[in-house]
């Protein structure tokens, strides 16, 4: 069974970091294309940054390039998400994805404040 658990969210101000972690059993991620969305209360999940299976090539979405960085450690069958320079809107819960053609894994999700 394969299960994503998350954890490194957090409360913290403006222009702080965080680095979050996505720790995978029940499967290795080097086959995944894996992935960081978020999430705010009444809106839709959307893709922070994603890395395609089998290759360490990272992609970001608009909003986070330059200050978020995706990585994998096959090792630790881990992917990271380094957080710098946060701003109040990167306020969210935030989801690691696990993703083969049609199937999907989510993580339980972990939370992100940014605030003064």
């Known amino acids: 069974q394969v299960q994503l658990i998350e954890s490194g969210g957090g409360l913290v101000h403006p222009g702080g970091s965080l680095n979050l972690s996505c720790v995978a059993s029940g499967t290795l991620i080097y086959i995944w294309d894996m992935g960081w969305f978020r999430q705010a209360p009444g809106k839709q999940r959307e893709l922070v940054a994603r890395?395609?299976?089998?290759?360490?090539?990272?992609n970001y979405s608009d909003s986070v390039r330059g200050r978020f960085t995706m990585t994998r450690d096959v090792a630790k069958n881990t992917v990271y998400l380094q957080m710098n320079n946060l701003e109040i809107e990167d306020t969210d819960i935030y989801y690691c994805?696990?993703?083969?053609?049609?199937?999907?894994?989510w993580g339980q999700g972990t939370q992100v404040t940014v605030s003064s």
């Open positions: 994805k696990a993703n083969f053609l049609r199937t999907d894994h």
């Open positions: 890395i395609v299976r089998k290759t360490d090539d990272a």
